[in-house]
């Protein structure tokens, strides 16, 4: 993996760990926790995301947006092995080469289990 080969535009390519990629329509921002071994095409509601620079700290999120992405929630492909945290919530459903992420809940301030010690 080591190089950038998910151009924008939906080539087929594999996203980095550490890149943000967001929803060209403004909405979704998710990070890269977790490289996928086989290449595809990040999508969110059907749409290639494009690779983005990280939101800055002082970003204000828009409201009224009907959020199906949650903030903080982990989405992950089981086959190939890409994890994406959500920054930035938004409409739509996040897939990776045709098949749709599994959602994870936050569990816990930090991301943590709640009450682990």
């Given at each position: 993996?080591?190089?950038?080969?998910?151009?924008?535009?939906?080539?087929?390519?594999?996203?980095?760990?550490?890149?943000?990629?967001?929803?060209?329509?403004?909405?979704?921002?998710?990070?890269?926790?977790?490289?996928?071994?086989?290449?595809?095409?990040?999508?969110?509601?059907?749409?290639?995301?494009?690779?983005?620079?990280?939101l800055p700290c002082s970003y204000r999120s828009r409201t009224g947006i009907s959020a199906s992405?949650?903030?903080?929630?982990?989405?992950?492909?089981?086959?190939?092995?890409?994890?994406?945290?959500?920054?930035?919530?938004?409409?739509?459903?996040?897939?990776?080469?045709?098949?749709?992420?599994?959602?994870e809940p936050m569990r816990g301030p930090l991301g943590g289990q709640r009450g682990a010690q």
């Amino acid at each position: 993996m080591g190089q950038l080969n998910y151009l924008a535009g939906g080539e087929v390519g594999w996203p980095d760990v550490g890149q943000t990629y967001r929803d060209p329509a403004g909405g979704a921002v998710v990070l890269v926790l977790s490289a996928p071994l086989l290449a595809g095409v990040l999508r969110c509601g059907g749409v290639a995301m494009i690779a983005a620079r990280p939101l800055p700290c002082s970003y204000r999120s828009r409201t009224g947006i009907s959020a199906s992405l949650r903030p903080g929630w982990r989405y992950s492909d089981p086959v190939s092995g890409l994890v994406v945290r959500c920054l930035r919530g938004g409409s739509g459903h996040l897939s990776y080469a045709g098949r749709p992420l599994t959602a994870e809940p936050m569990r816990g301030p930090l991301g943590g289990q709640r009450g682990a010690q």
